[in-house]
């Protein structure tokens, strides 16, 4: 069993939609937490950074830990299609630590 | 505020011939740094990381190989080159102190 699992999709949803992305972890030690997004053929960017449970939003954006779940969902409102891209989960146990654990990645692509 | 480079962008090399991947740092000092390659559908794989010039942790035993000669410089090299090192390499880097990493923009190696 992976210590994330993160469906991969693809998941496709019409532009205005709200968007829901989910990891599950099974290491209790994981207490920071992070979603990326990836689009094709660049870097990862940082858009969500927590380590508590409870949701977090920025903007357009709301993360959401469930510690007692080891679930963690990112959510999208308004969906654009400039929101196509892959999204991965990352997290890591107290102190940060040296090795941040990642999801496969969902691939979100959002239609006109 | 921080940036981070990597370069090259591409690079289609040999099987067999060395690789000298660069990535640096500016804006902030003694930072964690870390190289992780990404494979199409296997998510991110940490190789290297260090938290100080000359000091170079190893995650996955193969022919690469990486150095840290100045603090904000790190590289990644390989003498010879095998078929299955092509792939997306990724440079990040993070405060010491801090959890979330944040990554550059990526070399895509590609050999032949």
């Known amino acids: 069993q992976k210590e994330v699992e993160q469906d991969p999709g693809p998941l496709s949803v019409p532009e205005g939609a709200i968007v829901s992305l989910n990891c599950t972890y099974s290491?209790?030690?994981?207490?920071?937490f992070m979603w990326y997004r990836q689009y094709s053929r660049k870097g990862p960017e940082l858009l969500m950074y927590?380590?508590?449970?409870g949701n977090k939003e920025d903007g357009r954006f709301t993360a959401q830990v469930d510690k007692s779940s080891k679930y963690i969902s990112l959510f999208i409102r308004d969906s654009q299609p400039s929101d196509s891209a892959t999204y991965l989960c990352a997290m890591s146990p107290p102190g940060g630590g040296n090795k941040l654990t990642f999801g496969t990645g969902t691939q979100l692509k959002v239609e006109l | 505020s921080q940036t981070i480079h990597q370069w090259p962008a591409t690079l289609v090399q040999p099987v067999g011939s060395p690789l000298s991947l660069e990535c640096t740092v500016e804006g902030t000092s003694n930072p964690n740094l870390y190289w992780y390659r990404q494979a199409a559908g296997r998510g991110l794989q940490l190789l290297f990381y260090s938290v100080g010039i000359g000091q170079i942790s190893s995650e996955v035993p193969q022919n690469l190989s990486a150095s840290r000669p100045q603090d904000r410089q790190f590289i990644l090299s390989s003498k010879k080159l095998l078929l299955s090192d092509s792939g997306f390499y990724l440079c990040a880097w993070r405060f010491p102190q801090g959890g979330e990493q944040y990554f550059g923009p990526g070399t895509r190696l590609t050999v032949t």
């Open positions: 290491n209790s030690a994981f207490q920071y």
């Open positions: 927590t380590y508590s449970s």
